[in-house]
């Protein structure tokens, strides 16, 4: 019975530290905490490279294709097609660029982190919604009332759920 446990214990830890070299990589090239894009591979793969999601998503960070090709032109990246980011340098580098540019987006905030995460996982036009609700205009500015505000409980988990995660990676990265 301890063998098994420790068994699981050593698996469960190789699989979450085997790509911290294209998370450091990925999250120093577009200034994010690397315990955050950690946070984010757990939460939409659990560290699964070859993840492919309903709607088109693929990889470690689940990248759209859309998402993807916006990364591969600001490289200008020829011959790129969205298969390539289920190598996971090439994905943490694809998704690190994109949380980097949604996290931008909501700088007028209290919490831009909850803001971008709610972009990542439901999409703008969600956010902004949930940011114009006319129950919460608070929601705009205060993240407390924009998860509130929030009409999808899973994006409110998903929110939450990574920035839990990112304290328990953030002491790696140190």
Do not use: C
């Amino acid at each position: 019975m301890a063998a098994a446990a420790a068994m699981a214990y050593w698996w469960r830890f190789r699989s979450e530290n085997r790509y911290d070299t294209e998370i450091r990589a990925g999250a120093a090239k577009y200034g994010l905490p690397p315990a955050l894009v950690k946070a984010v591979i757990w939460k939409e793969s659990r560290f699964n490279a070859d993840a492919r999601g309903k709607a088109g998503e693929i990889g470690l960070m689940q990248i759209t294709e859309d998402a993807a090709q916006e990364w591969a032109d600001s490289l200008r990246l020829t011959h790129y097609v969205h298969e390539h980011t289920l190598d996971p340098a090439t994905n943490v580098f694809a998704g690190s660029h994109y949380l980097s540019k949604v996290l931008r987006r909501y700088g007028a905030t209290d919490n831009p982190l909850a803001y971008a995460l709610a972009d990542y996982n439901a999409g703008r036009g969600n956010v902004l919604r949930w940011m114009n609700s006319t129950n919460a205009p608070a929601a705009r500015t205060n993240s407390r009332v924009f998860l509130s505000a929030m009409t999808f409980p899973g994006t409110r988990q998903y929110v939450l759920g990574i920035l839990e995660r990112r304290n328990h990676y953030e002491g790696q990265f140190r």
